[in-house]
């Protein structure tokens, strides 16, 4: 499988011990890839590594499948991007604001008018930035990112502070981009429901680390396969089960939830084994959005199971 960008060990500590750690990030080419993760998980930190904006502690980048040197325009030449909010000038119109970054960029003026076009802002060009809502300026730096023909597109949070109506337009809107230029886009994402119906591979970030990553598909399958314990003792039922190589996720009411990679009997006969007395042991389908609520909660390990 092609990958349009890798990421082995990738890893960049902050003072406070914050950052991100050990990301082995696969993007395959042509993905709609959602960078999912609650705020302060690390996605702009992660994308700012990807960008070669921060230096990386350990780790190895590769886009497009050549490996990232920060320190080179490289292949960066061939990655659009859109960290956080875009830099445009309220004072000039649609048009000129994209013509500045055209010119930069040496790219021909017809340009600008295909852009225009492809973001969906031909008839407001002549407006100024100013009066733009605030869909219409993500989309215009959606198109600065665009101007130069990328291969892959990176954006973060572009639906951020979007109203339902305004996040399901900017969902048509880079559906449509995938398919047409047939790009591969990495955007990430602190709801689910933003993406949900619009990724196909989903990688989910908390605490730095990369809790899940996969196809939309595979993270709604194991939805299905939710198994529910209540006992008389969770610490020691955590303990238990993380010894056995399980990863037990705090539920509602002191009742643990994990997916296991164990037959269930087996996991039972551990609990029991070590002297946890089960009451409750069922396979139970979760939501997806409780299945990334429990990807990216409390980790039973550090909290106080009592
Ligand atoms: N330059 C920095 N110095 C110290 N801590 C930082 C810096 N940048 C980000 N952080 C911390 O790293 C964590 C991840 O931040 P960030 O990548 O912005 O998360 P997200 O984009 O997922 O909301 C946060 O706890 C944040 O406070
Ligand atoms: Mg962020």
Same mark, same amino acid.
């Not at 590594?49 to 921060?54: A, F, I, M, R, V």
């Not at 960029?105 to 100024?128: F, K, Q, S, W």
């Not at 037990?248 to 087996?266: F, Q």
């Given at each position: 499988?092609?990958?349009?960008?890798?990421?082995?060990?990738?890893?960049?500590?902050?003072?406070?011990?914050?950052?991100?750690?050990?990301? =082995?990030?696969?993007?395959?080419?042509?993905?709609?890839?959602?960078?999912?993760?609650?705020?302060?998980?690390?996605?702009?930190?992660?994308?700012?590594?990807?960008?070669?904006?921060?230096?990386?502690?350990?780790?190895?980048?590769?886009?497009? /499948?050549?490996?990232? =040197?920060?320190?080179?325009?490289?292949?960066?030449?061939?990655?659009?991007?859109?960290?956080?909010?875009?830099?445009?000038?309220?004072?000039?119109?649609?048009?000129?604001?994209?013509?500045?970054?055209?010119?930069?960029?040496?790219?021909?003026?017809?340009?600008? /008018?295909?852009?225009?076009?492809?973001?969906?802002?031909?008839?407001?060009?002549?407006?100024?930035?100013?009066?733009?809502?605030?869909?219409?300026?993500?989309?215009?730096?959606?198109?600065?990112?665009?101007?130069?023909?990328?291969?892959?597109?990176?954006?973060?949070?572009?639906?951020?502070?979007?109203?339902?109506? /305004?996040?399901?337009?900017?969902?048509?809107?880079?559906?449509?981009?995938?398919?047409?230029?047939?790009?591969?886009?990495?955007?990430?994402?602190?709801?689910?429901?933003?993406?949900?119906?619009?990724?196909?591979?989903?990688?989910?970030?908390?605490?730095?680390?990369?809790?899940?990553?996969?196809?939309?598909?595979?993270?709604?399958?194991?939805?299905?396969?939710?198994?529910?314990?209540?006992?008389?003792?969770?610490?020691? *039922?955590?303990?238990?089960?993380?010894?056995?190589?399980?990863?037990?996720?705090?539920?509602?009411?002191?009742?643990?939830?994990?997916?296991?990679?164990?037959?269930?009997?087996?996991?039972?006969?551990?609990?029991? *084994?070590?002297?946890? *007395?089960?009451?409750?042991?069922?396979?139970?389908?979760?939501?997806?959005?409780?299945?990334?609520?429990?990807?990216?909660?409390?980790?039973?390990?550090?909290?106080?199971?009592?």
């Amino acid at each position: 499988m092609e990958l349009a960008l890798q990421t082995q060990g990738l890893s960049r500590r902050f003072p406070g011990g914050q950052g991100v750690h050990a990301l =082995d990030l696969a993007v395959p080419a042509g993905a709609i890839y959602g960078f999912l993760g609650p705020n302060g998980a690390g996605k702009t930190t992660t994308i700012r590594l990807l960008l070669g904006l921060l230096r990386a502690d350990a780790g190895e980048i590769r886009l497009l /499948g050549e490996p990232l =040197d920060p320190l080179r325009r490289g292949v960066l030449a061939r990655v659009g991007a859109l960290v956080e909010n875009p830099s445009l000038y309220p004072h000039l119109d649609g048009r000129a604001n994209l013509e500045v970054t055209r010119r930069l960029l040496g790219l021909p003026a017809t340009r600008v /008018g295909e852009v225009l076009e492809r973001i969906g802002l031909a008839a407001d060009a002549g407006r100024r930035v100013r009066e733009y809502s605030l869909g219409m300026r993500q989309r215009l730096g959606i198109g600065l990112a665009l101007l130069s023909r990328p291969r892959l597109l990176v954006l973060d949070e572009p639906g951020n502070g979007l109203d339902p109506a /305004g996040t399901q337009q900017l969902r048509g809107f880079l559906r449509e981009l995938v398919a047409t230029e047939g790009l591969t886009l990495f955007l990430s994402s602190h709801l689910l429901g933003e993406i949900d119906q619009l990724a196909s591979h989903v990688g989910v970030l908390d605490g730095g680390r990369l809790r899940f990553q996969g196809t939309l598909a595979a993270l709604r399958e194991r939805a299905r396969h939710a198994l529910l314990l209540r006992c008389d003792d969770p610490s020691r *039922a955590v303990r238990v089960l993380v010894d056995a190589g399980e990863d037990p996720a705090l539920a509602e009411g002191h009742a643990l939830r994990l997916w296991p990679r164990l037959p269930v009997a087996e996991i039972n006969r551990r609990l029991v *084994a070590a002297g946890v *007395a089960v009451t409750h042991l069922a396979i139970e389908p979760v939501t997806l959005e409780r299945l990334f609520f429990e990807l990216t909660g409390p980790d039973p390990r550090r909290e106080q199971v009592a």
